[in-house]
């Protein structure tokens, strides 16, 4: 499987943005979606996750409320929608995806086996 994010950039506190993650060389529906992002000097650390079918989430507190996982199967797409922003959400965003599962919602990036190349997001102050 071949992860592509995309949609990062730079946006003001309070601002909105879209990541999306759109895979290839196999279906998503498979698999379990995770997002993780990386602060500069800081470790990866989990942002939120969807099942198989979308119909359970799971979602780091920092970011409950503010973030919403989605996912398209026909489309081989998943989604983080990021409204309020904050200058702490900046980083760069990881999807990725765990084979092992459909149903379980890990939040350890050990977990995931198949990871796309990240996508930037800044936001100012």
């Known amino acids: 499987v071949q992860l592509q994010a995309s949609g990062g950039g730079l946006v003001q506190a309070g601002g909105s943005l879209r990541l999306s993650c759109a895979a290839s060389?196999?279906?998503?529906?498979?698999?379990?979606m995770g997002w993780f992002r990386q602060a500069p000097g800081k470790e990866r650390e989990f942002v939120a996750a969807i099942i198989w079918s979308g119909g359970r989430t799971s979602y780091a507190d920092s970011v409950k409320g503010r973030f919403t996982i989605s996912r398209d199967n026909a489309k081989n797409t998943v989604y983080l929608q990021m409204n309020s922003l904050k200058p702490e959400d900046t980083a760069v965003y990881y999807c990725?995806?765990?084979?092992?599962?459909?149903?379980?919602?890990?939040?350890?990036?050990?977990?995931?086996?198949?990871w796309g190349q990240g996508t930037l997001v800044t936001v100012s102050s």
């Open positions: 060389g196999r279906t998503l529906s498979r698999y379990t």
């Open positions: 990725a995806a765990d084979r092992s599962t459909q149903k379980l919602l890990h939040r350890l990036d050990r977990e995931y086996d198949y």
